[in-house]
Every structure is written in C-alpha cells, then in structure tokens.
C-alpha cells in the first residue's frame, strides 16, 4: 500500500499537542515586574490607582516613583489590593490582587510563547534581566483587566 504524499502532509497538520513547562518565580520577580510597570511600563495609559494596604488605614494615589511602587507591592504581599482605571475615560478599570498579579504574569508568559519569544527564561527561572517595561506593561494589564488591552 502506498501512501501518497498529500494524505501524509494532512496527517502531520492534525497532529498538535500542548507542552506545559514548569517555570518558576519568585517574589522578587513579580516585585520587578510591579515596579517595572508602576515606574514606566504602564504610565502611558494609567488615569488612576489607589492603594489598599490592610495594615495602613489610608489610600494611596498613584505616584510613578520606587518608594511608592514597593509600597504598593508589599501591599498586595500582605493581602491588600490595587485599584487601577485607564486614562481615557475609566471606561478599563480593574483590581489587582498577588494572586491575580500571578495570574497576569502566566498569561503573559503563554502570550509571549504564541509568539516565540521566551527569551526571559532560564534554565527553568526567570531572568528579570530580559523584561523590560513593555512586559512589565503586559503583566500589569493582565493582572487589572485579564487582557492586555494597550500598547
């Protein structure tokens, strides 16, 4: 019996397959990527942010600088939330909590590998060195919105 080369070619395209690879992170990482996105990344479309600390009775507005970036990292470490909301209108806003911080940094890692782009990884950890703040953007508006909606 032969096979003729078409009817192989159209087996091999309806051969697919899912490969799930552990990455691991830490803290810290997520910590930088926070940072990144507060400081730079996200600027450009951000209209409002408030801090909710649980351990501090007061609201934080948004401030693009590193003490208030590591506050507000610590703030969802310690089970508080930020609240964020777009620039044009409000019309995306958004809660972002460490598990949805999480979250937002695993969707952004299956959007990257759509586009074979995991040059971040290494040696099975993540090395901050690779992300810049465009990632950092991305993360951050996964984590608010649960899709990367600017830039």
Do not use: C
Not at 33 to 51: D, H, P
Not at 99 to 112: D, L
Not at 138 to 150: D, H, L, S
């Amino acid at each position: 019996m032969t096979v003729k080369r078409n009817e192989l070619a159209e087996k091999y395209e309806k051969v697919e397959g899912t490969i799930m690879v552990p990455i691991k992170y830490t803290l810290d990482d997520l910590e930088g990527l926070l940072i990144s996105a507060w400081e730079g990344g996200s600027t450009y479309w951000v209209g409002k942010v408030e801090v909710n600390h649980p351990k501090v009775a007061k609201q934080v507005a948004y401030d693009a600088d590193w003490a208030t970036s590591e506050w507000a990292f610590n703030a969802l470490v310690e089970g508080g939330s930020i609240y964020v909301e777009d620039n044009e209108g409000g019309e995306y806003k958004g809660t972002i909590t460490l598990e949805s911080f999480k979250k937002g940094f695993e969707k952004f890692v299956a959007h990257r590998a759509n586009q074979s782009a995991l040059n971040f990884i290494y040696n099975g950890s993540i090395d901050g060195g690779q992300l810049d703040a465009g990632d950092a953007d991305g993360v951050f508006q996964y984590a608010a919105f649960g899709e990367w909606v600017f830039g």
